[in-house]
């Protein structure tokens, strides 16, 4: 590890899911720090080592961190807490160390938490590369604008937009609605009553193998639908 | 150029300004077009040419486009009508072509302007390559937390967001106003009759040679600001 990066703290964005979403600024930290922190599922799979997967980074590099990503957050909160004492020793030991987030590092990420423990520590040097957002990459897919030029935008969680629908399509020209799983039937009531022409789009875990598009919203009342769901709205007529 | 991509028009979002925020995607597909048009300002000098710059790309398959980006769109329409025709005679004539877009293609980009006209053909194929917005580099920049778990974000063009600015904090925990070079002093008089304690950060020209990041919004009071300029705002307490 070269003098200059030397004992940094790296939030990695790498992108919501296509490895070809990763910058060029991602892979080459990745390539130089010492460990390589990964937050993994109960089971031990990981998404965002999925994503990296197509650099051939050396593996015993990796250092997988096991969340539940429940609602309740005592027992992650163990773990990041756990991550973020073996991150400051590498750390104080001069080795520098990435922590790898899905999407970008500051936008409803597992970096967030890590963050808030290790920016206590006024000698941590923490270097944030920011990374391409799901929502762009949804966009992307199905070629939604997005804003132009005096548009505005929204993004909030379901649990929260649903029930603001309405007040919210009046005040922005496009809303994400994010983590759409859960609370779909009640965003399919409120569509149901919103009085202006809607565009509606449902994307699901974007940019990976398992991705999928539906433009018919109706299709998936009663499913069960995965975290990484979002839905794009855009008042017809916005281009 | 392979077959797979004859006749394909690519908006390719290269990032706010770092080269190196250029997404390995976006790399492959500049490498394998036959043009890459590149909009650039009156003088001929052009913002993205800078940031693909590194990429070391043959300049003879750059064509530029002169757009002079005022707010009246009259004669940047025309450019962009010409611009389309001769993509368009491009891909009829198998070859492959990329219009780069600052940021992201969807957001806010003169992408857009492209976008709706060749979107009117239904033989023209167009894909669409994600890019990291300037909200996520700035942010990244001062490790400025964006979304945690349940937050509301919103991003607003200034010229409309200072007059709700009270409105637009009380419902968002994270605010983007962007091109605030136009309302400035209006949303210093705003911010100082919000009554919530609020983080505010001025960046402009993120990732740039030219990038400025102040604190202190007090001190560009009465300035000349550039286009590329945001202000982020966080109620404070929001982590």
Known sequence: MSQTSTGIFYGVGVGPGDPELITRKAERVLRA????????????????????????????????????????RTEDGQAYRRAASEIMEELHQGKSAAWIAEG?????????????????????????????????AAAARIGFPVARLDDRVAVVPACYGVQRLAALLDAFATVFLLKVNSAFDELLAQLASVRIPVRAVYVEQ??????????DLESLRGQELPYFSLVMLRKEGQG
């Open 206 to 215: 974007v940019g990976t193998p398992a991705e999928r598009v539906v433009m």
């Open 33 to 72: 720090v010492d460990w390589i922190f990964l937050p993994s599922g109960r089971s031990g799979s990981s998404f965002v080592r999925r994503i990296i997967e197509p650099l051939g980074l050396p593996t015993n590099k990796f250092r997988q961190v096991s969340l539940c990503m429940s609602r309740d």
């Open 104 to 136: 970008d590092p500051l936008f409803y990420s597992t970096f967030l938490h890590l963050y808030e423990t290790l920016c206590r520590y006024p000698w941590v040097r923490v270097e944030i590369i920011p990374g391409v957002t799901s929502t762009s």
